[in-house]
Structures are given as C-alpha cells and as structure tokens.
C-alpha cells in the first residue's frame, strides 16, 4: 500500500517495493501503472521539450551543409522511425564519390560527437541520383530539402 498526503494540489507517493499506482482520469477508465513506468513517463514528458529543439538544431545544421554542396546534391530526406531519425542524401549523379562520402562521414560523426544532440540517434546515408520512390524504400520521410540551383 502506498502512503499518501495531500497538500493542496499535490499528490505525494512514497513506494514500497513492487508498487503500483492506480490512475482514475476524469475521462475512460481507470488503468494500473507500476511506479517504475510512472517515472519513466514522466521523465520521458520532460524531455519531449529538449528533443523538439534538438530536432530542429539538427535540420537546421544539415540544412546548412546541404545548402554547401549544391553543386553534388539533388535533394535530402528527413525521416524519423521507431530506431531514430534518418537523411538520405541523394546525389546529383550516380558515380562514387569518396571526398563527398568523406565529408558525410564527418558531418554524421560531429553530429553524434555533439552533446546538443544526445537524445538523437541520427543514421545519415546517401544514395546515387535517385525518385523519390526509390528513396522512399529506404526511409520513410516527413521533411525534404529541395537543393536550390546554383546561379551560374
């Protein structure tokens, strides 16, 4: 059994072990939540803030590398799935490019080494000139950066 006091508006739990918290919302049913899944909830709550800013400093940061090589992207794609979030970056043509994979790789490590973006895993790949149909086997995107043509 847990211990309560009510002061004012707040609810104090003090948990024995194994215990359980019963949740009567004003509306539907009442549901059952181990103390340890009330926490995690919770914790995961506070965080949603921090996640959605991290979220657009990280489009914003490739957004900006992308927006660099206009002349060796056709388009990006934004996508997050169960695993974390995910960019395909498609190509202008279809040849290997080692320095441009290069420049890749290092985005994706800055990124993973950076800690304004510790509650992002971020898979980044490229694929050769590409449809979107193509790229959308590989990552089910909600975000694309049509790449702007360079004035020539």
């Known amino acids: 059994m ?7 508006t707040w609810q104090y739990l003090r948990e024995p072990e194994g215990g359980r918290v019963l949740i009567t919302p004003k509306e539907g049913e009442a549901f059952g939540l181990s103390i340890d899944d009330v926490v995690r909830a919770c914790r995961s709550q506070e ?3 921090m996640f959605t800013q991290q979220l657009g400093d990280l489009l914003e940061r490739v957004g900006k590398w992308l927006a660099e090589r206009t002349t060796e992207v056709h388009k990006a794609y934004f996508g ?9 970056v498609v190509r202008r043509d279809k040849r290997f490019n080692p320095d441009f ?6 985005l994706d490590l800055s990124i993973a080494q950076d800690p304004g973006f510790d509650l992002i895993q971020l898979r980044l790949l490229t694929l050769p000139y590409s449809p979107d149909e193509t790229v959308a086997s590989f990552v ?3 975000h694309s950066w049509p790449v702007p043509q360079q004035q020539g």
Do not use: H, Q
């Not at 997050?80 to 395909?88: F, K, Q, R, T, Y």
């Open 2 to 8: 847990f211990t309560t006091l009510k002061r004012s």
């Open 101 to 106: 994979e290069m420049a890749l790789s290092d």
């Open 80 to 88: 997050l799935e169960p695993d974390g979030a995910v960019v395909a």
């Open 140 to 142: 089910r995107f909600s």
């Open 47 to 49: 965080k949603i803030g």
